[in-house]
């Protein structure tokens, strides 16, 4: 029922941006904290960004002072936005979100986005 679609991927050289977008879909009632998260080839996944309810953001070392990690609670969605990218970049980008589907029970369930290709490329 609940779903996270990730948007933004494709093929860019050093140097160039994207902006990536996860968008939460189904019944729920809140969203705690979001995030991004990378997995290259032969690499175990790694976080890039998260952000807390409130927007307190964390970045990942390789993340710092490149991407920015944005929400729009109103829709929804949360952002990630890249720059000056690199051929390290280059990975699958899963968004995920801890989630509180029902007002009448405090729990939080983590859901994962299908993912979205991003190669950094000459």
């Known amino acids: 029922q609940v779903q996270l679609v990730e948007s933004g991927g494709g093929l860019v050289q050093p140097g160039g941006s994207l902006r990536l977008s996860c968008a939460v879909s189904?019944?729920?009632?809140?969203?705690?904290?979001m995030g991004w998260y990378r997995q290259a080839p032969g690499k175990q996944r790694e976080l890039v960004a998260t952000?807390?309810?409130?927007?307190?953001?964390n970045y990942a070392d390789s993340a710092k002072g490149r991407f920015t990690i944005s929400r729009d609670n109103a829709k929804k969605t949360v952002y990630l936005e890249m720059n000056s990218l690199k051929p390290e970049d280059t990975a699958v980008y899963y968004c995920?979100?801890?989630?509180?589907?029902?007002?009448?029970?405090?729990?939080?369930?983590?859901?994962w986005g299908q993912g979205t290709q991003v190669t950094v490329s000459s």
């Open positions: 189904g019944t729920i009632f809140s969203i705690n904290a």
């Open positions: 995920n979100a801890g989630i509180r589907r029902d007002y009448s029970v405090y729990a939080y369930m983590t859901y």
């Open positions: 952000t807390t309810s409130a927007g307190k953001s």
